[in-house]
């Protein structure tokens, strides 16, 4: 059952990217889009398609779409990851203040000028904050699990009001603008680059995936699982850090998308169970559909203008929300 739905939502994935390259005001075919594909991967020798076509699919449309799917992917596995770890199922992957220390990385880049260098200084500001949350944590008695998310808040509250200050005092215009799109999450403008740094994603997730029994274990408590063989303090702060740095990287290419890491990994619990063998996986690629479907529908419900992708994962991700606590609730 577990390899039937991963290849099926790998095969509807495939589908799913397809089709969505084909959307937009120029009127591509899947035959183009895989056409196109295969001889920019030196598969096919020579293409029918024109030059402009093959632009609009290779240059324009398939990095964005890369990068929605690692995007989603990788904020719905960091989402199911910190709720394990935190035994919180109102844990999300930014938890610890990383997307509002990513926000104050961002908007401080943005208000001097360094528009092109926004991811950078997202990262950066991520990192920066959870770095400072460990550290308030380890300062406050030692670096627990409790005191980390307590320092996080604290941290994401005052990264927050920095931002707004910065804001108010020194964005005008077009930094205004490149702002408030970046804060309400969006992928417009995706290249090859921001599509690389969405797959880095591939680097962080065998380490959370091989740890699927410990995150089992951490079901029945942190003296349960060392009772299992589970080395309770190295797993959690391994996968926290590898979270971490997902997280700061999914932000810097995406800004602030909310609910992906909430609802999906909640959705996926309901469907097949608990065990994180089964979760993990199935979370990237629920995630990576809902990401990719929501980017699409972003970018083309009101061409030529376009909603922040962060508007749409919000207006979809809050009632799905609803729903599953309701069912929650029922089967409690």
């Known amino acids: 059952m577990h390899f039937l739905a991963l290849v099926a939502l790998s095969l509807l994935l495939i589908a799913s990217a397809t089709i969505a390259v084909t959307f937009g005001p120029a009127d591509i075919s899947p035959t183009e889009v895989w056409t196109t594909i295969l001889h920019h991967l030196a598969l096919v020798p020579e293409s029918p398609v024109s030059r402009l076509r093959d632009a609009i699919v290779w240059d324009l449309r398939l990095p964005r779409v890369i990068a929605a799917m690692g995007v989603g992917a990788g904020l719905a596995l960091a989402g199911a990851v910190m709720q394990a770890l935190t035994r919180n199922p109102l844990a999300d992957p930014y938890l610890l203040g990383l997307s509002s220390g990513a926000a104050l990385g961002a908007v401080t880049l943005v208000v001097m000028g360094f528009a092109l260098l926004v991811p950078v200084g997202a990262f950066i500001g991520s990192l920066a904050a959870l770095g400072l949350a460990l550290l308030i944590a380890q300062l406050l008695g030692g670096a627990t699990p409790v005191r980390a998310i307590l320092a996080g808040i604290s941290i994401s509250a005052l990264a927050s009001a920095m ?47 091989v740890s699927a029994r410990g995150l089992d274990a951490f079901a029945f408590g942190d003296k349960s699982a060392a009772s299992l063989g589970v080395d309770v303090a190295r797993l959690r702060w391994t996968l926290l850090g590898a979270s971490a740095l997902l997280t700061g ?71 799905a929300f609803l729903l599953i606590l309701m069912r929650f609730r029922r089967v409690t």
């Open 249 to 319: 990287v999914m932000v810097a290419i995406g800004g602030a998308i909310g609910f992906v890491g909430l609802v999906v990994p909640h959705a996926v619990r309901l469907a097949v169970g608990s065990r994180h063998g089964k979760l993990l996986p199935l979370s990237m690629l629920v995630g990576a559909i809902f990401m990719l479907w929501a980017d699409t529908m972003a970018r083309t419900l009101f061409d030529p203008r376009e909603l922040p992708v962060g508007i749409v994962t919000a207006l979809v991700g809050a009632p």
């Open 163 to 209: 931002t707004s200050f910065i804001i108010f005092w020194s964005a005008t215009g077009d930094s205004y603008r490149e702002i408030l799109s970046w804060l309400m999450g969006s992928l417009s403008g995706s290249g090859w680059v921001d599509a690389g740094l969405a797959m880095s994603l591939l680097l962080c997730a065998p380490i959370m995936l």
